[in-house]
């Protein structure tokens, strides 16, 4: 068996121990003589494995009593509908516009309410996020919305904006649980854990409680009502019962490594690595300003579209996978999530040192 080192933007590398412990899992869950994935989400073994996910999410992430943590189907973009429909109590809502994500939200918004862009850094092809220290937020703003970490474009946001009073609400999919964050800072923190949490097809919805109301949009479907999950624990009806187990897999993963700054400075340290490297480099280089770079997403280019496909091609016969970039960036993009290790992006380092010799 060989595996490849993967920098896909998502769905991405889960932690090789967790994918031993599924495999160990797999056809005898804990003596039950079944896998999870064949199992009552109302078994009390089921009813174990998602209590014990939400308490290690909040151990991880200190969520006080006052949030309530959902994990939801439909991935991050059904969150693009249920995020109006719960929270335009007065049907205004300002959007920063700092990627596609963040534009695809905001259009989304728009079915329901009047969302307006507030800010938007579309004009250099989101390489940088605009000034957020006074934006015309409405006063009537029912929320300000970001999306904190542009998965496509590589950039994260150095502070975040001040909603002079409103609620934050922020889609985090590819940096949930990349470092510590404050949650009593966001009214609502959402992320798709396909990024870098888990498998596909769940989001994670934190949320702070008066948010939660039977005051939504009229037509709000049952299930994109937030009261309805809250109410249930997240099981209104059938959750994704597997990727809720592998999830949990994952926080005491992290747990078990000293917790959200252990893994922020991993992180730290491996991006630095690839970042001085690309600052250094004569055949290429990042493609984000400094102050504005992800430690998560890192695209990047060399100024030939040839020696860019050349690249990509041989970093992926050198177990260097998924290295194209995104199409509206070009070039290549390197996702280096908390499963990534440091071996991988060394391998990827010494990659390119080499590509560099051999192609200047
Ligand atoms: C991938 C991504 C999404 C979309 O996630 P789905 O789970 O496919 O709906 C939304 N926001 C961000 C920031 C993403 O990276």
């Not at 702070?208 to 009502?225: A, C, H, M, Q, S």
């Not at 280096?336 to 991988?344: K, T």
Request: contains cysteine.
């Amino acid at each position: 068996m060989s595996r490849v080192y993967n920098f896909s933007a998502g769905p991405a590398m889960l932690p090789e121990e967790v994918l031993k412990t599924c495999a160990e899992d797999m056809l005898d869950y804990h003596g039950t003589g079944q896998s999870v994935m064949e199992m009552s989400h109302r078994s009390k073994e089921y009813d174990a494995i998602i209590k014990a996910a939400e308490k290690d999410f909040r151990d991880l992430c200190n969520i006080p009593d006052n949030y309530k943590v959902l994990f939801l189907q439909g991935g991050a973009w059904t969150q693009f509908a249920a995020i109006p429909m719960n929270l335009m109590k007065n049907k205004v809502a300002d959007y920063i516009i700092t990627g596609q994500w963040a534009k695809k939200a905001w259009e989304e918004a728009k079915r329901y309410g009047n969302a307006k862009a507030v800010a938007s850094s579309e004009d250099k092809t989101y390489t940088y996020i605009p000034d957020v220290s006074d934006l015309p937020i409405d006063d009537d703003a029912d929320y300000v919305y970001i999306c904190q970490n542009n998965t496509i474009y590589g950039t994260r946001y150095p502070e975040l904006p001040n909603t002079k009073g409103h609620t934050l609400v922020a889609d985090v999919s590819s940096m949930f649980l990349s470092e510590p964050f404050d949650i009593n800072k966001y009214g609502v923190l959402y992320g798709g854990v396909q990024k870098n949490v888990g498998p596909a097809g769940m989001a994670i919805v934190v949320i702070r409680e008066d948010l939660i109301t039977d005051d939504v949009l009229p037509g709000t479907p049952t299930l994109l009502k937030y009261k309805t999950q809250a109410d249930k624990d997240s099981l209104f009806n059938t959750p994704p019962c597997y990727t809720i187990y592998v999830c949990g897999l994952v926080f005491k993963w992290l747990l078990n490594m000293g917790g959200l700054s252990a893994i922020q400075k991993k992180n730290e340290e491996k991006a630095k690595l690839l970042y001085d490297f690309l600052d250094s480099s004569s055949l290429f280089r990042g493609t984000v300003e400094k102050a504005y770079r992800s430690l998560m997403n890192v695209p990047f280019v060399t100024d030939s579209d040839d020696l860019n496909q050349k690249f990509v091609a041989e970093a992926k016969a050198a177990g260097l996978v998924n290295l194209k970039g995104h199409r509206s960036v070009g070039g290549m993009r390197a996702s280096i999530y908390n499963a990534m290790p440091l071996a991988g992006v060394e391998k990827l380092v010494t990659f390119m040192e080499d590509f560099e010799k051999k192609n200047s």
